[in-house]
């Protein structure tokens, strides 16, 4: 498994670096935050699979890549016209974006998620209406010994892991967001990672990692476990990076 991050100030400019199937969805995109979130998700998709299967990275090349989606909204690999042979999952927040890739043959499909948030204000509200009954013991525990701030990060945390895993599952927020039960451990690595399990409600599990860059968050899950995964070149460093909302200068385009 490997990952990479890229920030919005990496999009080349125009979008010859886009394929047309990609471009026709851009184009029915006409929020400037939904238009600059699919291209960003599309550039991160597109270094992290260009350096995982060693592909040229040069913009002029990256339309021979592109990251399509199924009927559900998961996203699958495209390398010149053919199925690429690994998973893939997206996700961006605030001006940065992730792309996870994962294995290919048999465990191509479904294999692993990836979320990132940052940490906001998370109400009482979200919490109890979201997470289940052990999730929320854990959030009032963080919020008992690091106060506001440990409720905020733990409630963020959480709620990136349940989409990370409802990733996996193929479902994202068409499913209830308390099928899943998430356990996190704070036994941080050197390398910033630290696992994580998530309980189905069907009494399956799997396991994840989680990491905090700055004021990201970011989780990642894997149904079939494994080791946290390969930092990639030629990206961004989530723990330098700062929210950027640069749509709201321009909020729609016609
Ligand atoms: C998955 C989901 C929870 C992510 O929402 P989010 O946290 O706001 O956004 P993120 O940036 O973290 O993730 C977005 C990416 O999740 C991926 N995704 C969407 N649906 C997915 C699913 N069912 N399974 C796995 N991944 C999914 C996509 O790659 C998407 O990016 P893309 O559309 O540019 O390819 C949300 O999109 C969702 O619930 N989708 C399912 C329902 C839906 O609206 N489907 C649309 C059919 S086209």
């Known amino acids: 498994m490997q990952w990479i991050a890229c920030g919005e100030y990496q999009i080349p400019p125009g979008l010859d670096w886009i394929s047309p199937r990609e471009r026709a969805r851009v184009d029915r995109l006409t929020f400037t935050k939904r238009r600059t979130e699919y291209l960003l998700r599309r550039y991160a998709g597109k270094r ?20 399509l989606n199924r009927p559900s909204g998961a996203p699958y690999v495209v390398v010149d016209g053919r199925e690429g042979d690994l998973d893939v999952s997206l996700t961006d927040r605030a001006g940065s974006a992730v792309c996870l890739t994962g294995p290919g043959g048999a465990l191509a499909s479904g294999t692993v998620g990836a979320d990132l948030e940052i940490v906001e204000k998370r109400s009482e509200y979200f919490v109890n209406d979201y997470f289940t009954l052990p999730e929320q013991a854990y959030i009032h525990a963080q919020r008992d010994a690091a106060g506001q701030d440990g ?9 990136s892991a349940k989409e990370a895993g409802l990733k996996v599952l193929r479902v994202g927020l068409k499913a209830d967001t308390r099928i899943l039960t998430v356990h996190v451990s704070h036994e941080v690595r050197a390398d910033g990672w630290a696992p994580m399990e998530i309980e189905v409600i069907d009494g399956s599990t799997f396991t994840g990692w989680w990491r905090r860059d700055g004021i990201f968050l970011l989780t990642i899950a894997y149904r079939y476990g494994g080791p946290p995964p390969d930092l990639l070149p030629g990206g961004a460093d989530l ?8 749509w709201l200068a321009n909020p729609t385009l016609r």
């Open 239 to 246: 723990a330098t990076s700062q929210a950027v909302h640069s």
């Open 48 to 67: 992290g699979v260009a350096a995982t299967l060693g592909l040229d990275v040069d913009p002029q090349r990256l339309s021979r890549i592109e990251l």
């Open 151 to 159: 409720w905020d990060a733990s409630a963020n945390l959480l709620w």
